[in-house]
């Protein structure tokens, strides 16, 4: 397993961690002060702990190399875990739902305002920067599964920054009600940051080609070193965590040699590496009599 690896599972295995100090304080913020929209807040950070379980399952899977089962490797098992993070944060924002709609019934004033609030606050700034920590590395190392789980940790961090905000109010203006509201706009905002998590995820899962950018630059790496074939045609590509595959159909002159035309192969595998990384590449060549004479003309 190489550093970047190793990085990588040791990020995912942290996150378990963090997630689990922060639902203790949330959660002791909550009893302390009896308030429903901290309620909501401690069982967002209860899916924090499940999804970081799923990003670690999920990483340690998309870390194994291809076997006789899965040839082309474990990478997808990451998006599985970011559908998950979504349906888990779907699943919280009806609980606090349910929540909410009780408080809004029988509305009472939270106890310990300052105790409470500045639990909440430690809690919050600690979500903060794992988010970010979470978020840089997922990029870095194109992981769907951290990706997604710094997308929630900050949402999580939006949604605690509003019930601070909030129940201060509730405390200064005695005004109970903004409680049980409070929980409700929780509840609606993890809703859409499960369903934009699992709309994401669901790209990865069938195949959605790599983004236009990126197909431009392959196809002009093809165009420009290709010297000696005739044409390519019917460039697929797509993504599966961290990587790209790339395969096509590169027409050479029936006359020519294999040694030749595999010398071609070679010469464009080369700089599609150095333009896209992580990259599986896969190039069927074919005589002139089967040119499309469309997709690219060798320049």
């Not at 002060?33 to 340690?60: F, K, R």
């Not at 029936?254 to 030749?260: A, P």
Request: aromatic letters at 6%; charged letters at 15%.
């Amino acid at each position: 397993m190489t550093t970047t690896a190793n990085r990588t599972l040791t990020i995912a295995a942290a996150s378990l961690l963090v997630g689990l100090v922060v639902l203790g304080l949330k959660l002791l913020a909550w009893w302390i002060t009896g308030s429903i929209a901290l309620y909501s807040d401690a069982l967002e950070s209860t899916v924090n702990v499940v999804t970081a379980v799923a990003a670690l399952i999920a990483v340690w899977l998309a870390q194994k190399p291809a076997d006789a089962a899965l040839p082309y490797g474990y990478h997808k098992a990451e998006y599985f875990s970011a559908v998950l993070v979504g349906v888990m944060i779907i699943v919280a924002a009806i609980l606090i739902a349910r929540e909410a709609v009780n408080g809004f019934l029988a509305p009472t004033i939270p106890d310990a305002p300052v105790q409470g609030l500045s639990i909440s606050i430690v809690a919050t700034v600690i979500n903060l920067i794992w988010a970010q920590v979470l978020r840089r590395h997922g990029r870095a190392v194109q992981s769907p599964a951290l990706e997604a789980d710094g997308k929630h940790l900050m949402t999580d961090v939006v949604s605690t920054v509003g019930v601070i905000v909030g129940l201060v109010l509730v405390y200064m203006t005695g005004w109970a009600i903004l409680d049980p509201i409070l929980a409700g706009l929780v509840a609606l905002n993890i809703l859409w940051s499960g369903w934009s998590v699992i709309r994401d995820s669901v790209g990865g899962l069938m195949d959605v080609a790599v983004p236009k950018e990126t197909q431009n630059t392959i196809r002009e790496v093809i165009a420009s070193n290709a010297d000696g074939a005739i044409e390519a045609h019917d460039i697929r590509t797509r993504r599966a965590g961290k990587l790209t595959f790339i395969d096509f159909h590169l027409v050479v002159p029936g006359t020519m040699r294999v040694d030749e035309s595999h010398a071609i192969c070679d010469a464009i595998e080369a700089k599609l590496r150095e333009a896209v990384q992580e990259v599986q590449i896969t190039i069927h060549v074919e005589p002139e009599e089967k040119a499309k004479h469309s997709g690219i003309v060798v320049v």
